[in-house]
T-cell receptor
Framework: DVKVTQSSRYLVKRTGEKVFLECVQD?????MFWYRQDPGLGLRLIYF???????EKGDIPEGYSVSREKKERFSLILESASTNQTSMYLC?????????????FGPGTRLTVL | RKEVEQDPGPFNVPEGATVAFNCTYS??????FFWYRQDCRKEPKLLMS???SGNEDGRFTAQLNRASQYISLLIRDSKLSDSATYLC???????????FGSGTKLNVKP
């Protein structure tokens, strides 16, 4: 079974703090993704990475950065957290060459910025 | 225009009912199609892939119409445990990006 883990289930931070969200997958997947999910808006792609040290902006990258130093780990960084970044953050991984060719999600981090 | 559009629902149906969800996508070059299920406050999980010829998995049937850019999910003999939000997902040809619909909420009542 594919396992994607995220460092925290719940996180409360203050405006202006630097926030790190970590994601680790154990299936040697090439691609990793960060989404945020908000009511009525669905999942929106923040950043994705298709290889170590490679990253691509998604649909809403502003206010975020990412780091992929190792294949299994993909970090999302909020340089200066703001209240409009309160959301559920979901990490996912996929392997483009696999037979199922789909994404596997971590359990999510519910971030509240006060 | 959103890449993937779904009726948000909610669909409130009695146990045993048959219910159908529809989804449209805007990019004709889309490559792969999926239905995911998401329970309240949990992560999305793959329910089934959708193939051009249509496919069935137990009580669930998925259909794809490339000409109309339309995907459907049919659930027969609904169970209480089917209550969840169903997400339509389309994978683009470029960069392996996945596009998610906002989800359709299903409530199955006793």
């Amino acid at each position: 079974d594919v396992k994607v883990t995220q460092s925290s289930r719940y996180l409360v931070k203050r405006t202006g703090e630097k926030v790190f969200l970590e994601c680790v997958q154990d299936m040697d997947h090439e691609n990793m993704f960060w989404y945020r999910q908000d009511p009525g808006l669905g999942l929106r792609l923040i950043y994705f990475s298709y290889d170590v040290k490679m990253k691509e902006k998604g649909d809403i990258p502003e206010g975020y950065s990412v780091s992929r130093e190792k294949k299994e780990r993909f970090s999302l960084i909020l340089e200066s957290a703001s209240t409009n970044q309160t959301s559920m953050y979901l990490c996912a991984s996929s392997s483009p060459g696999s037979s199922t060719d789909t994404q596997y999600f971590g359990p999510g981090t519910r971030l509240t910025v006060l | 225009r959103k890449e993937v559009e779904q009726d948000p629902g909610p669909f409130n149906v009695p146990e045993g009912a048959t219910v159908a969800f529809n989804c449209t996508y805007s990019n004709s070059a889309s490559q792969s199609f999926f239905w995911y299920r998401q329970d309240c406050r949990k992560e999305p999980k793959l329910l089934m892939s959708v193939y051009s010829s249509g496919n069935e998995d137990g009580r669930f049937t998925a259909q794809l119409n490339r000409a109309s850019q339309y995907i459907s999910l049919l659930i027969r003999d609904s169970k209480l445990s089917d209550s969840a939000t169903y997400l339509c997902v389309v994978k683009s040809y470029n960069f392996n990006k996945f596009y998610f619909g906002s989800g359709t909420k299903l409530n199955v009542k006793p």
